[in-house]
């Protein structure tokens, strides 16, 4: 099985940019279910921090089981159905026009879920803490150059650093 490879990115500010142009397409599409807005959310939404280049955007849903109902209509915006944590949010991915990278992800979750109040707090701590923000950034380098093409083992060495962030904030998370 071939393994993606962990590139991070110094922060770009077209990020942003591709939120916002994202953002406004799935208001429209996903109008319906929409609850609490549309949420840049991730690494790219935090100015200063080098991260994979793929826009992380999270949409609060009324209902879950409703918002099934807006599959059809995403699958026609490019996203892939792509199951994630399928108790509390659908995960979608949207390839890039090569497929052979991933431009966007995106959760449909319900406000208040664990999974909105986590990507939520985390993503606010630090975009309000330029020493968190340092941190982080270090110690993704580090992971990136030591599990450069194991992204479940880098991702689970950045959960002692969210968990201590989210504590901070009030927030702790289930064990997985």
Do not use: C
């Not at 591709?18 to 109008?31: I, K, P, Q, T, Y």
């Not at 790219?44 to 849903?61: L, Q, R």
Request: proline share 6%; hydrophobic share 40%; net charge neutral.
């Amino acid at each position: 099985m071939a393994r993606d490879v962990i590139v991070l990115m110094p922060y770009d500010p077209e990020w942003a940019r591709r939120f916002e142009a994202e953002r406004a397409v799935l208001v429209r599409v996903l109008a319906p279910w929409l609850e609490n807005g549309i949420h840049h959310i991730g690494s790219t939404a935090i100015p200063g921090i080098a991260a994979k280049p793929i826009i992380d955007i999270m949409a609060g849903v009324r209902d879950l089981q409703e918002s099934r109902a807006s599959f059809g209509p995403l699958r026609e915006q490019s996203y892939v159905f792509a199951p994630h944590r399928p108790d509390e949010a659908h995960h979608f991915s949207k390839p890039s026009l090569r497929l052979s990278a991933i431009t966007h992800s995106l959760h449909l979750t319900e406000p208040g879920s664990d999974l909105w109040r986590e990507r939520i707090a985390f993503r606010d701590a630090l975009r309000g803490d330029s020493e968190l923000v340092a941190e982080y950034g270090a110690l993704k380098q580090r992971l990136a150059r030591t599990y450069g093409d194991d992204v479940r083992a880098y991702t689970g060495e950045k959960r002692a650093f969210v968990s201590r962030v989210l504590e901070q904030a009030g927030i702790h998370l289930h064990p997985r």
